[in-house]
């Protein structure tokens, strides 16, 4: 049984770190599914870095987003399955709603439905009435928003370094 919380806390073998870019993501960072022809999408607006490692003998995709104007981040990991990707959970942060927050799958990965970035089977942590643990935005550039993310996903190499 492979839960989100063993991929996030296992040891990563990273092949791509990426780089932070500006504006529409190409459709095969993130295809959620090539048979119904679906991928994530940001805004023109956004800056955004593709993630790739392999961790728990699964191939994983974080993809992170943010807007500084919007105060908006959103930070998305999927695993590869044989044809589409199955969505572990986002880690996110809406100026408009309180605090960072979790929306994502429990249990075994295996288990979560392929090819959506959003369903039913998700839970929001916490509950949007509920106490937030960090209400504030914190980020102000590439280096804080990829900070974040490795505090939330635990990226940095086994030296505790975080590439740029
Ligand atoms: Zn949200």
Redesign the pocket.
Known sequence: MTRAQTIITANKVVSNWGNWQTGNMPPAAFPLSKRRGRCLKFGTAIRWRLVQFEACGLKCRLVIGFNLPKETY?ATLAVEQDRDMSVLL?Y???GT?PGW?I?GACGDVNGIPEGSLRGQWQR?FPKPRGRHRRGVFGVSDDGTAFQVADEFFQLHNEDGTLPL
């Open positions: 959103v986002s996110e942060f809406h709603h927050h929306h929001r």
